[in-house]
């Protein structure tokens, strides 16, 4: 069960990505100056979006979680599950690329990435909650609440996969809308956008491993006695 600390952050976080979302909602998906964001695919093109709305979802279902244990007196088991497999598989290591990809890029050539142009129309606390806390806020989660790993060939193969599914929706926002999702896609060869998909694969399983690291760090006592349970 959730203490109140707990559920105080919980609520907190929500609380911010929806101010985001609301935001994004009113002021960036009408204004003018980004017409990509109204073309084929919305915003739900856009990795950093579509991790936005995970962290939302997630934490809006963490604040549920102890609505119901703390308020109701129930388990709520089957839910927390879920929470401990997408947070290992899907957001860690997707919030990870958002961030260390984004800044990579910024720091080389932010016009590849984020033009200056766009500092006037998205504000620098906007920018922030996108592409830097989304990775603190997960470290916070995972300290704070002992999220069990799923094994590392479950938790792998989900990572991939939905790596491999948000590589095909890219490929389909170029074959039918006729632009990339990302402008600096468009500058590569077929061979140097392999070698970059192959790269992000790569990195994308690193993080993986790192938050199962990170786990065992924040939880390294509990992970070792459930592990020799199982084989017992």
């Not at 695919?41 to 979680?65: D, E, I, Q, R």
């Not at 947070?87 to 890029?105: E, K, Y």
């Amino acid at each position: 069960m959730a203490t109140a600390k707990v559920t105080a952050v919980h609520v907190l976080v929500l609380y911010v990505y929806c101010c985001v979302e609301r935001y994004d909602y009113l002021y960036l998906l009408r204004t003018p100056y980004l017409p990509d964001r109204r073309r084929i695919g919305g915003p739900w093109k856009y990795l950093t979006y579509l991790t936005c709305m995970g962290h939302t979802v997630f934490f809006g279902s963490c604040v549920l979680a102890d609505l119901i244990e703390g308020v109701l007196g129930k388990k709520a088991a089957g839910l927390r599950k879920v929470q401990d497999y997408v947070l290992a598989s899907v957001l860690f290591p997707m919030s990870m690329i958002v961030t260390v990809v984004f800044w990579g890029m910024y720091a080389v050539d932010r016009e590849l990435i984020f033009p200056a142009a766009l500092d006037k129309i998205i504000p620098p606390w906007v920018n922030h909650v996108w592409h830097t806390t989304v990775v603190p806020v997960l470290l916070l989660e995972m300290y704070l609440v002992h999220h069990r790993h799923p094994s590392r060939q479950a938790g792998l193969t989900g990572a991939v996969t939905v790596g491999i599914v948000y590589l095909i929706w890219v490929l389909i926002v170029a074959q039918v809308g006729g632009f990339w999702v990302y402008p600096f896609m468009a500058a590569m060869s077929n061979f140097q956008f392999f070698l970059f998909c192959c790269f992000v694969a790569v990195i994308g399983c690193s993080f993986y491993l790192l938050g199962e690291f990170c786990n065992k760090i924040f939880w390294g006592s509990m992970e070792t006695s459930r592990k020799g349970k199982k084989r017992a």
